[in-house]
């Protein structure tokens, strides 16, 4: 195969559920369990949720058509889907430097997101031996600071969560990533249900306490930063940005429709974080606790309420195999748009480009473990090595991609093409014209000034 050269065969989604359960997998991950009921906690409750849902369906739901749709016009890996979508237009190969931006994007996220994948499946471990059981705050703070300072652990959970990872992405497009979701994304369904019910039932009144916070609003709490937050988290929980749903548009058949598709994930990914928080702010209120803990509310603050109520152990292990199940279905995601490169790019078979991709990230991954031990004192910009890589791909990278696919989109693509494509009349497609020449952009462009203040 001469340089430059495509392979010519290109995988497909087997049915649109198999491609829905796989694009909302992605969706559904770490943002929605870990991040979001935190943020949550910090930002005011309601103030940040409303304002989380109204950016989700203005902002995120037309760049996640936009992405599908532009995967879809290439049918190859989003560097050359964007190249060649971009010739076709009339325009300059180097728009592929918004597929270049969004496949490295994803590859540095895959390096320190498994690491944190490994924590959750750690604490699956921990839940079972009983770990949390009478514990205070000082007991769950002590247990994941002695964690994060243990090479070996932190090396072995990694190592666990990335093989798996590799494996199910190893084995196709149909056989690998859709049954993989297809089996994942019920059992969180039913995990989270369980969850939810348990919540209610142990937590009594604080239940109605945790509802009220989410979603009785509040606007005496919003402020700049919760509205700001609450647009950022809107666009990273689709997976937005990152190379992913291009990738996965590529392998769509024309039958789809992209809105009505995108509309079903948007509203599985906000159901899952709405009743994450559900599940999580009862327990968190039922045991006096303060639900803007930050980033230490899952692994600090809610073993506390794990290790102080009846059936405890039990709902701590149903809870973290659902965080490390969510976090799998993202991670497989991640891994797919480099895998998809160097399977199309190069001589490369599916399984041998999976090992090669896996055991670099794999290799990067320890350096961000190290981050948090014997490298702690090394730093970049006044940042350790995996604090830099979650800087550099979520405030710069993933918000330079967006903006460069919604212009594309926008400006660079012909708008009857996509009019007709999307099937929307004249009403409606001055609505989506509007949002994606000016609103988006601007909102996007306000999320990477932010991001660097």
């Known amino acids: 195969m001469s340089k430059g050269t495509m392979k010519e065969n290109h995988s497909q989604w087997s049915s649109r559920m198999g491609f829905m359960l796989a694009a909302a997998g992605s969706a559904v991950g770490l943002g929605n369990i870990w991040k979001f009921p935190y943020m949550a906690g910090e930002m005011g409750g309601s103030a940040f949720v409303l304002t989380y849902l109204l950016f989700m369906f203005i902002i995120g739901l037309p760049i996640l058509v936009l992405e599908w749709l532009i995967g879809r016009r290439g049918q190859k890996n989003p560097i050359h889907t964007m190249e060649d979508v971009a010739i076709s237009e009339g325009r300059s190969k180097a728009w592929r ?29 921990l839940a079972a031996q009983g770990a949390f059981e009478g514990a205070n705050g000082e007991i769950t ?25 590799a494996f199910i992405v190893a084995m196709g497009v149909g056989a690998g990533l859709e049954r993989g979701c297809k089996v994942m994304m019920p059992g969180l369904g039913v995990l989270l249900l369980v969850l939810v019910g348990y919540a209610q039932y142990v937590s009594g009144s604080a239940f109605y306490d945790a509802i009220q916070f989410l979603f009785t609003p509040n606007w005496s709490a919003i402020s700049g930063k919760a509205i700001l937050a609450a647009l950022g988290h809107a666009f990273f929980s689709l997976s937005l940005g990152m190379g992913i749903m291009m990738a996965y548009g590529s392998y769509l058949g024309k039958n789809v429709n992209l809105l009505s598709t995108a509309s079903t994930v948007v509203i599985l990914d906000v159901i899952v974080a709405m009743l994450s928080g559900i599940a999580i702010f009862p327990l968190v209120f039922a045991n ?30 149903l809870f973290f195999i659902f965080l490390t199940f969510a976090a799998l279905t993202s991670s497989i995601s991640l891994l797919e748009p480099t895998v998809e490169l160097l399977e199309e790019k190069t001589h490369m078979g599916r399984k041998t480009a ?13 350096a961000c473990i ?27 990278m993933l918000p330079i991609t967006g903006l460069g696919t919604v212009i594309f989109g926008a400006w660079m693509m012909n708008q009857k093409l996509i009019c007709k494509e999307l099937n929307l009349d004249s009403f409606w497609f001055k609505v989506w014209s509007i949002l994606t020449k000016f609103i988006i952009p601007i909102a996007v462009i306000v999320i990477l000034v932010y991001g660097f203040a």
């Open 354 to 366: 999976t090992v090669v991709s896996s055991v670099v990230i794999w290799a990067l991954g320890i």
């Open 288 to 317: 006096g606790l303060q639900p803007g803990e930050g980033p230490g509310l899952i692994f600090v603050t809610l073993p506390i309420a794990f290790g102080n109520m009846a059936g405890g152990s039990i709902l701590g292990i």
């Open 370 to 396: 190290l981050s948090f031990n014997e490298w702690a004192e090394v730093k970049l910009f006044n940042k350790n090595i995996f604090d830099l890589l979650d800087y550099l791909t979520s405030k710069i």
């Open 97 to 125: 430097w918004v597929g270049i931006i969004g496949v490295l994007g994803s590859f540095l996220i895959l390096s320190f997101y498994s690491v944190i994948g490994g924590w959750a499946t750690d604490y699956i471990v």
């Open 141 to 165: 703070g002590q247990l994941f600071t002695d964690f994060l300072g243990n090479v070996n652990s932190l090396l072995i959970w990694h190592t666990v969560f990335m093989f798996a990872t």
